[in-house]
């Protein structure tokens, strides 16, 4: 048994401290907020993207970039910062948008989600947790024909892939999801990944960080990490606002703050963060809404229902650790979920929220073991992270285990930089 500090209270450092207690290890996690999941786990878009996940990265994005510049309510936006991080990482992130790399990087992360579904369904069972959990199926939704006809010719290359993929005329969408015959907006057709689920992120957190508890793992809540100690190449421990605490192991989870854990120990973690809206209203007896998780791919946003609530997210910016909601910003995201449904929800009560995603270049995590001896990451997964969270954290849990992984966990090192 190894004494194990996970750092970060997130969905992937609550998930990993989990798979670390069930190898019986004595586990620790350190947190900065008053609870878990209080970042970017905390109102992400709800979708367990099974079949769906694809790096950001992709050859026709540059294109696309160039024709948002300068649209207020355009999906991405950059405002270049004096940040030399940022530079490195959009050139490193457009060095991924060609169709090999789109190729191996979205075949590393269908690997990471497939497996990460039956990580998740294991946690579920096991534990009992209950997080507004749905499964059944993502529905992507097109609004002109020419997107449609390209996502169908997209779709049928996944399926010769062994991808589940159906694509649906627009009544066929209308039968799967009736909630859209209210559509504002034509639909021209649609791609429905059966695989896929939602659930609540931050509900998932706060259960499976008490049920952790339960277990026996210690969750430090209101402690912020300052230093990862080493001494002659081994990490020993972590010094917080609190005072030092020892360990065997150290796991990073960070999200977007584990590069400024990691860089003072000459580790340089290619994570920038990107920030995204979701917007949240109550469902409220509406008999609109849609049941099954809901990709708008032309806006860019998606769409879950999560217990009585509906919410949208999308847009991507690239304005470093800027945490101000700029309200026409959240607007981009809550119009086009009422486009497609009108009275899926009372728009009046309306939250806005934003978070960082912790986003590589090329969209997978980096998972694995550090130059540092027993400095471990599991950390940068991007717009995927609630997808990977169960998959990457048994993977960590394995290495450090020192338990054969059923997948192969030497693609998502960090090597993969150098
Ligand atoms: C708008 C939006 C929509 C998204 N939609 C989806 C989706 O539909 N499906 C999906 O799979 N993913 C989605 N994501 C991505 C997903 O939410 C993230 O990948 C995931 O939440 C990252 O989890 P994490 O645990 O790594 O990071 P976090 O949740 O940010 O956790 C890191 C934790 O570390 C703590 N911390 C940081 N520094 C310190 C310190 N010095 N000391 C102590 N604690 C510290 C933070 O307080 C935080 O709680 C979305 C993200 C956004 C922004």
């Excluded at 290890?25 to 907020?33: A, K, Q």
Aim: aromatic share 6%; with cysteine; net charge neutral.
């Amino acid at each position: 048994m190894l004494k194990i500090i996970v750092l970060g209270g997130g969905v992937v450092g609550i998930s990993t401290a989990y798979f670390l207690t069930q190898a019986d290890h004595e586990v620790t996690v350190v947190e900065r907020r008053e609870g878990p999941g209080l970042e970017t786990s905390f109102a992400n878009g709800g979708q367990i993207s099974v079949s769906h996940a694809a790096p950001w990265s992709r050859p026709e994005l540059p294109g696309q970039l160039i024709r948002w510049i300068g649209r207020r309510d355009a999906p991405f936006r950059m405002v270049p910062q004096p940040d030399l991080d940022m530079w490195r990482w959009g050139i490193a992130f457009l060095r991924n948008c060609n169709s090999s790399r789109f190729h191996e990087n979205a075949v590393r992360l269908q690997r990471l989600s497939t497996y990460s579904q039956e990580m998740l369904t294991r946690v579920r069972e096991s534990s009992g947790i209950q997080f507004h959990h749905t499964a059944r199926g993502i529905l992507s939704v097109f609004r002109s024909q020419e997107a449609f006809d390209a996502a169908a010719v997209h779709a049928e290359a996944l399926r010769d892939e062994g991808v589940n993929k159906e694509v649906l005329d627009v009544n066929s969408c209308f039968s799967r999801e009736p909630a859209l015959r209210n559509s504002d907006v034509p639909i021209r057709g649609g791609v429905f990944s059966p695989l896929d689920e939602c659930g609540d992120a931050h509900i998932f957190t706060c259960e499976l960080a008490d049920h952790c508890s339960r277990r026996g793992v210690t969750m430090l809540y209101d402690t912020h990490v300052q230093t990862i100690d080493t001494v002659g190449g081994k990490a020993i421990g972590v010094t917080t606002d609190q005072g030092h605490l020892a360990a065997d192991a150290v796991v990073i989870a960070l999200g977007s703050e584990s590069p400024r854990l990691a860089r003072p120990l000459g580790i340089k973690l290619p994570i920038y963060p990107v920030k995204g809206y979701s917007v949240t209203i109550p469902i409220e007896g509406r008999n609109q809404a849609p049941s099954m998780g809901i990709a708008d791919e032309e806006r860019k946003i998606v769409v879950a229902r999560l217990g009585d609530k509906l919410r949208a997210a999308g847009t991507a910016e690239l304005v470093g650790y800027d945490r101000r909601i700029d309200e026409r910003r959240a607007h981009s995201v809550l119009k086009p979920m009422l486009e497609l449904f009108p009275n899926g929800g009372d728009a009046d009560k309306v939250e806005f929220w934003i978070g960082l995603r912790p986003m590589t270049p090329d969209g997978s995590p980096v998972i694995g073991q550090t130059d540092i001896q027993n400095l471990y990451l599991n950390t940068g997964h991007g717009s995927v992270g609630w997808t990977l969270a169960c998959g990457s954290a048994r993977l960590v849990s394995d290495m450090i285990s020192g338990t054969q992984s059923d997948v192969n966990p030497t693609v998502w090192s960090l090597g993969r930089y150098h």
